[in-house]
């Protein structure tokens, strides 16, 4: 969620993959259905970086390998 009135840059940091759960390896923007809005970006590293423009709500569907 971006509360200001600027475009704004997030990180999303995962942890590495322990046991039985999975690293996420690409995320996809979509709506509060879960339909989507957009492609899906690869996560790299690790680390995925979420552009959100002013009073934005990012809702990404996670997806593991």
Do not use: M, Y
Not at 20 to 38: I, M, Q
Request: proline share 11%; aromatic share 6%.
């Amino acid at each position: 969620f971006n509360p200001t009135t600027t475009e704004i840059e997030a990180t999303l940091e995962f942890g590495p993959s322990l046991g039985h759960w999975s690293a996420p390896v690409r995320a996809t923007p979509v709506d509060f259905e879960s339909r989507p809005l957009g492609s899906a970006q690869p996560i790299d590293g690790h680390r995925l970086i979420v552009k959100l423009s002013p009073k934005q709500i990012a809702t990404l569907r996670l997806d593991h390998a």
